[in-house]
């Protein structure tokens, strides 16, 4: 079915307290669907510095390790629900890459190679997770060994392992690369392997992420308000799949998805934190995870979605969008006053009294972070337990950017092209 609501390609006009995703064209919601995914990056990156300096930098490989494999079991079979994946070979594998916050188009170009239902090839012309690890240590094959190693040889299987137990990912070639890096950055082969027991020993993280609420909430498949797209990914693996491919309806629910894959992932570094290195590290690092990320997330945003401004409507635009605020799963209302002033009040909701473990909504005013990035003279006054007051007050002194926000910056990420652009299919054969 098909409402008549006409949509549009951004969020340019006035704040509206009623604005909704479905507002948006397919096109549109495509593109934040990939600005949401690219939240997993940003994640990384504003919390793995803090437990580097608090720990040591090998506690980064257990704090990888903890939060994606606690989360991307539970994402990669929300997903696969979400869109009607059913199967147990590479190709079914391989769709479930495609929609992995862990693999955000463009920034990380996965490339496909099918050859049967037991075997298959990815490949990376470009990585941006590896460029940026390569730029920030001056391509130290240490800490390059760290991520494209350690990081990835239990992740890998831990999200194949979804599809069936017996797939491995098997490298071919991978980092440390040269300084002076040429061809692909790596190239892994994906088979079941048949003699070997079945699945390798879960993290412990995973067991908890399953039991939160956020791993069995539903977002309903509303109507599509523009015609076209697939309503599901049943059919064939297709190498050069687009996010633009799928309905209006499905695109909205996947922005929402990825919002809520990422705040999985969040939730598992959380508990993992916690669990590993102490109350104390994580008390200390989640406030500052969120201002670390927030300057470059609106930035990406603003471009995105066609919002300028430092008024209050373009604040309250921003946390209407903030993507830590998962729609529907997290209950809450902006509204605008003036130019000025405004409000941000919560309401009961799954999110909020999904008490697992503790995640970033333990944190519920790092929404100010947002507000802030926007306007740094913007000032969120409690009312309550559920409400704010937030006002622009030109008398007090401006936040300046948390020290960590040049670390998300780091590569090009915050101006990295996310527009759309077929998938270049590309051979190492």
């Given at each position: 079915?098909?409402?008549?609501?006409?949509?549009?390609?951004?969020?340019?006009?006035?704040?509206?307290?009623?604005?909704?995703?479905?507002?948006?064209?397919?096109?549109a919601l495509a593109r934040l669907c990939?600005?949401?995914?690219?939240?997993?990056?940003?994640?990384?990156?504003?919390?793995?510095?803090?437990?580097?300096?608090?720990?040591?930098q090998d506690a980064t490989i257990v704090?990888?390790?903890?939060?994606?494999?606690?989360?991307?079991?539970?994402?990669?079979?929300?997903?696969?629900?979400?869109?009607?994946?059913?199967?147990?070979?590479?190709?079914?594998?391989?769709?479930?890459?495609?929609?992995?916050?862990?693999?955000?188009?463009?920034?990380?170009?996965?490339?496909?190679?099918?050859?049967?239902?037991?075997?298959?090839?990815?490949?990376?012309?470009?990585?941006?997770?590896?460029?940026?690890?390569?730029?920030?240590?001056?391509?130290?094959?240490?800490?390059?060994?760290?991520?494209?190693?350690?990081?990835?040889?239990?992740?890998?299987?831990?999200?194949?392992?979804?599809?069936?137990?017996?797939?491995?990912?098997?490298?071919?070639?991978?980092?440390?690369?040269?300084?002076?890096?040429?061809?692909?950055?790596?190239?892994?082969?994906?088979?079941?392997?048949?003699?070997?027991?079945?699945?390798?020993?879960?993290?412990?993280?995973?067991?908890?992420?399953?039991?939160?609420?956020?791993?069995?909430?539903?977002?309903?498949?509303?109507?599509?308000?523009?015609?076209?797209?697939?309503?599901?990914?049943?059919?064939?693996?297709?190498?050069?799949?687009?996010?633009?491919?799928?309905?209006?309806?499905?695109?909205?629910?996947?922005?929402?998805?990825?919002?809520?894959?990422?705040?999985?992932?969040?939730?598992?570094?959380?508990?993992?934190?916690?669990?590993?290195?102490?109350?104390?590290?994580?008390?200390?690092?989640?406030?500052?995870?969120?201002?670390?990320?927030?300057?470059?997330?609106?930035?990406?945003?603003?471009?995105?979605?066609?919002?300028?401004?430092?008024?209050?409507?373009?604040?309250?635009?921003?946390?209407?969008?903030?993507?830590?605020?998962v729609e529907g799963y997290v209950d809450?209302?902006?509204?605008?006053?003036?130019?000025?002033?405004?409000?941000?009040?919560?309401?009961?909701?799954?999110?909020?009294?999904?008490?697992?473990?503790?995640?970033?909504?333990?944190?519920?005013?790092?929404?100010?972070?947002?507000?802030?990035?926007?306007?740094?003279?913007?000032?969120?006054?409690?009312?309550?337990?559920?409400?704010?007051?937030?006002?622009?007050?030109?008398?007090?002194?401006?936040?300046?950017?948390?020290?960590?926000?040049?670390?998300?910056?780091?590569?090009?990420?915050?101006?990295?092209?996310?527009?759309?652009?077929?998938?270049?299919?590309?051979?190492?054969?």
């Amino acid at each position: 079915m098909t409402a008549p609501t006409e949509t549009v390609d951004d969020y340019a006009g006035p704040f509206d307290a009623d604005w909704t995703l479905d507002r948006l064209s397919r096109s549109a919601l495509a593109r934040l669907c990939r600005e949401r995914m690219i939240g997993s990056m940003f994640h990384d990156r504003g919390l793995m510095p803090h437990i580097a300096m608090a720990v040591g930098q090998d506690a980064t490989i257990v704090q990888a390790d903890g939060e994606w494999m606690g989360a991307s079991p539970v994402y990669t079979a929300r997903n696969k629900a979400n869109l009607g994946i059913v199967g147990d070979g590479v190709g079914e594998a391989f769709k479930s890459f495609q929609f992995d916050v862990g693999a955000p188009h463009h920034f990380l170009d996965f490339q496909y190679e099918l050859i049967d239902h037991d075997q298959g090839f990815f490949w990376l012309p470009f990585c941006g997770a590896h460029d940026y690890v390569r730029q920030i240590s001056n391509n130290d094959p240490t800490l390059v060994t760290n991520m494209c190693h350690h990081m990835e040889d239990r992740t890998f299987d831990a999200t194949l392992g979804v599809t069936n137990p017996r797939l491995r990912a098997i490298p071919i070639h991978r980092p440390p690369k040269p300084d002076e890096l040429t061809g692909d950055h790596c190239r892994w082969e994906v088979r079941v392997v048949a003699d070997e027991p079945g699945g390798r020993p879960d993290e412990p993280t995973l067991a908890v992420m399953q039991d939160s609420k956020a791993a069995t909430y539903v977002f309903e498949l509303g109507d599509s308000r523009e015609p076209g797209g697939l309503d599901d990914y049943s059919g064939e693996f297709r190498p050069d799949l687009r996010l633009e491919d799928f309905s209006h309806a499905v695109l909205v629910r996947q922005a929402k998805e990825f919002a809520l894959d990422v705040h999985l992932l969040m939730r598992a570094a959380y508990l993992t934190v916690d669990e590993n290195f102490g109350t104390e590290v994580l008390d200390d690092a989640a406030p500052q995870h969120r201002q670390s990320i927030a300057p470059a997330q609106v930035a990406r945003l603003r471009t995105a979605l066609g919002i300028e401004g430092d008024d209050m409507g373009t604040v309250a635009k921003m946390l209407q969008l903030d993507p830590f605020l998962v729609e529907g799963y997290v209950d809450y209302r902006v509204e605008v006053r003036d130019d000025v002033t405004g409000s941000i009040e919560f309401g009961d909701s799954v999110g909020l009294a999904d008490d697992v473990c503790r995640s970033p909504l333990d944190w519920l005013d790092g929404f100010v972070h947002v507000a802030q990035a926007v306007n740094p003279q913007c000032v969120a006054t409690p009312v309550g337990d559920s409400r704010w007051d937030l006002h622009i007050d030109p008398d007090v002194e401006p936040v300046a950017p948390h020290w960590g926000a040049s670390m998300i910056d780091g590569g090009g990420l915050a101006e990295f092209d996310l527009t759309e652009r077929p998938v270049q299919l590309r051979s190492t054969r």
